[in-house]
């Protein structure tokens, strides 16, 4: 018997948020379109967890939290799993926020729905900064 192919096995999806409501309904969205979630709830979790195991191929990171910022998430991710596609999230304005940090990401503005997100994830797939 042959091993699984690359396309075959689960994709991984690591959301890091700070609010409950948008943790769940992400990770809903993301559990819809076939992935394997994890959610955690700070900077500090999000940095151990990156550090901890590779193997995500999907990472949404929410800006602004009460213990740092999702930049902090980004320079772990690209320190420890520079492969995984990355998705930033806000409810504050694009340009604002990402001076500096994720250029060249894709970037979903809060609130968002089932659809924006899947066309959001599409682009963080495809590599192409864009707002939604």
């Known amino acids: 018997m042959s091993p699984p192919s690359a396309d075959s096995l689960p994709r991984r999806a690591l959301i890091a948020d700070d609010e409950d409501m948008v ?29 901890l195991d590779g193997g995500l191929d999907l990472v949404v990171i929410d ?25 930033l999230s806000s ?3 694009a340009h604002d926020v990402l001076t500096g940090v994720g250029e060249g990401c ?10 924006e997100l899947e066309a959001a994830v ?3 797939l495809g590599g192409e900064e864009q707002v939604a």
């Open 91 to 93: 409810g504050y304005d």
């Open 106 to 115: 894709a970037f979903l503005p809060k609130p968002y729905s089932l659809q």
């Open 63 to 87: 800006l602004v939290f009460p213990d740092g910022s999702g930049g902090e998430i980004y320079a772990t991710l690209l320190e420890h799993i520079p492969t995984a596609a990355v998705l």
């Open 23 to 51: 943790r769940d309904f992400c990770a809903f969205g993301l559990q819809r379109m076939g992935y394997e979630v994890e959610t955690v709830e700070s900077v500090a979790a999000a940095k151990e967890r990156i550090a």
């Open 122 to 124: 599409a682009r963080a």
